[in-house]
T-cell receptor, first 111, second 117 residues
Framework: KNQVEQSPQSLIILEGKNCTLQ??????????LRWYKQDTGRGPVSLTI?????NTKSNGRYTATLDADTKQSSLHITASQLSDSASYIC??????????FGTGTRLQVFP | DAGITQSPRHKVTETGTPVTLRCHQT?????MYWYRQDPGHGLRLIHY???????DKGEVSDGYSVSRSKTEDFLLTLESATSSQTSVYFC????????????????FGSGTRLTVV
């Protein structure tokens, strides 16, 4: 069964600290993986997309990595800010156009 | 969210009543989607549209119907609302089907929080 699992479910960090969110998937064959950020009361917004051949991609303080062999991705946030408080959702596509969503990691950044 | 509007933002309704949620886009994107988001679940696709009057079912379509009479509008109808349909509903749009070739991924609306009592 195609699944996307994210860990941890929730995370609390202090402003200025770094953190890493994990995404493991069983989708096969694999096409691409996208990370979304969802602020409370808002819809998800795309942060980055990674395809099979990409290992690392950055978007400002966000860096996503992909290991297609182990079917794992991570999202690293550097020098966290209060505005980083949100849920982060990993979304995987296989050889169809269907999107498989993880349940997300809820990040809270405190001053 | 720029280019996509959902209405209403919040709604409380009684079991057994019909409910229609509206999604309006100004991006002229071909593809439109309705998802529901529930605790402990990832977003789940209800229905999607690939053009005017062209729609198809998603993974959780039972109890829902959709219509798209204009490119910019996609309506989701709960024919007879049940408590299990209490959820947050998101509309999304994209230039292509699937996320691979959509430069910015899907664009989501801000959601409609529906409570069925």
């Amino acid at each position: 069964k195609n699944q996307v699992e994210q860990s941890p479910q929730s995370l609390i960090i202090l402003e200025g600290k770094n953190c890493t969110l994990q995404c493991n998937y069983t989708v096969s064959p694999f096409s691409n993986l996208r990370w979304y950020k969802q602020d409370t009361g808002r819809g998800p917004v795309s942060l980055t997309i990674m395809t099979f051949s990409e290992n690392t991609k950055s978007n400002g303080r966000y860096t996503a990595t992909l290991d297609a062999d182990t079917k794992q991705s991570s999202l690293h946030i550097t020098a966290s800010q209060l505005s980083d408080s949100a849920s982060y959702i990993c979304v995987v596509s296989g050889n169809t156009d269907k999107l498989i969503f993880g349940t997300g990691t809820r990040l809270q950044v405190f001053p | 969210d720029a280019g996509i509007t959902q209405s209403p933002r919040h709604k409380v309704t009684e079991t057994g009543t019909p409910v229609t949620l509206r999604c309006h886009q100004t991006e002229n994107h071909r593809y439109m989607y309705w998802y529901r988001q529930d605790p402990g679940h990832g977003l789940r696709l209800i229905h999607y549209s690939y053009g005017v009057k062209d729609t198809d079912k998603g993974e959780v379509s039972d109890g829902y119907s959709v219509s798209r009479s204009k490119t910019e509008d996609f309506l989701l109808t709960l024919e007879s609302a049940t408590s299990s349909q209490t959820s947050v509903y998101f509309c999304a749009i994209s230039e292509t089907l699937g996320q691979a070739w959509a430069p910015r991924g899907y664009t989501f609306g801000s959601g409609t929080r529906l409570t069925v009592v």
